[in-house]
């Protein structure tokens, strides 16, 4: 009776918690829709209707302004390449609001996928409270919050990615590097790979890497032509003027929200040359990561390294978006599942500190980011709340694998190419 009890409280609890998100969710969505001109999916349209026009892909169009009275020239141009656009070539001939609801109704069918093919992986056994765990985790996660608010292309990555990490756990290196090529061509964060399989001697499959991404661009050329590609070119050097976005849970983000002049939030200081110095500390993550992913032997060396390179490749990025923190999430489930974890994190203040702060960043609700502006701290730590929780999900991770015990040395097909 009191273990039945118990699950009907935890069952209504996520069931309440998978209610309240998914009614943010909606709102969220219908802002993006009806207020912000379907935001990023806006541009990645209007920039595919642009070329069936014969305009310019990356010219300003209905989607770019984000409305700023501080700013009201600012412009958030399209910042993905051309070939990228050739997903979207069918849906520009359709109807904005269709086009949106198709693009949104394929995002959510890949995370659904994404999530069963995780399970699948992993054997883990479906029961009614860990669906509901799953429902409410992911409505609430900010990774989702961001998609609904901004129609990223995020969902879609993280099947790509997901079926990368299955083929790279059960050795298929050369199939994992052609998923990564791919997401490459669209994501350069991705490159962080490219030094991993170099110093684990993977060599075969960072060719494949670039031989992919390649191809990509090649196909991007041949569709859309060199001028789309210039002005693509010159479309990337707009991104430094928003970085300090409040879902840009990169260092970059930090700094640039804390030490620069920007329209949301009071900076402690406007300093350009302190603001400029996070790359130094970007460095410093890069070193760490690729230093004890490529150190690892462990059995589950393989999902810590996904882990932590694609949570790394976040904090880095100058512009670490919250909707990319998807796409671990195969990796991360699999090193949860481990035997002994829970116990391993508890034992160890950091990473117990460090878990609480990864849960309470990372189900914070976008509409309270700027709460209690203009404050300067409140930019430090609840504007910014989405790069703390990102970098205590990266803590957690360098905890996790403290816990996991070595073997003597690396298998002869996980330091080879295959």
Known sequence: ?????????????????????????????????????????????????????????????????????????????????????LLILPLAAMRPDRAVL??????????????????????????PIRALAVASGSLIFAATQSFFVTGQLSLLLLLATTLCWIAARHGRWTAAAVWLG????????????????????RLRAGAAVVATALVAVVAGLLTFGSAAYRAWYGALGQSGTWAWTVMNASVNGLFRRTFDAQPIASPIVVSPLIASSWIVIAAVIVGVTLVLTIRDRSPSAVDSAFALLLVAAQLVSPLGWIYYLWLPAGPIAALAARPGLTR???????????????????????????????????????????????????????????????????????????
């Open 182 to 201: 791919v997401c490459t061509s669209i994501k350069p964060f991705f490159l962080i790979f490219l030094p991993y399989f170099l110093l684990t001697r």
């Open 102 to 127: 198709l693009w949104i109704g394929f995002s959510i069918a890949a995370l659904v996928a994404s999530l069963l093919i995780i399970a699948h992986e992993l054997d883990l056994r479906w029961t």
């Open 344 to 418: 391993a994190l508890r034992r160890s203040r950091v990473g117990t500190a460090a878990v609480l702060l990864a849960a309470v960043g990372l189900a914070w609700p976008m509409p309270f980011l700027l709460a209690f502006q203009p404050h300067r701290w409140a930019t430090v730590f609840i504007a910014s709340i989405y790069f703390w929780a990102t970098l205590a999900t990266w803590v957690s991770l360098l905890v996790a694998r403290g816990e996991t015990p070595c073997t003597p040395a690396f298998p002869a097909a996980a330091r080879g190419s295959e």
């Open 1 to 85: 009776m009191t273990r039945r009890w118990l699950d009907a409280c935890v069952a209504s609890a996520l069931v309440a918690i998978a209610i309240g998100a998914f009614v943010l969710d909606v709102a969220l969505m219908r802002a993006m829709t009806d207020q912000l001109r379907m935001n990023d999916f806006g541009k990645f349209y209007y920039s595919a209707r642009a070329f069936l026009d014969g305009r310019d892909m990356y010219a300003p169009n209905p989607a770019t302004s984000p409305g700023f009275n501080e700013a009201p020239d600012l412009q958030f141009l399209n910042m993905n390449p051309p070939h990228f656009h």
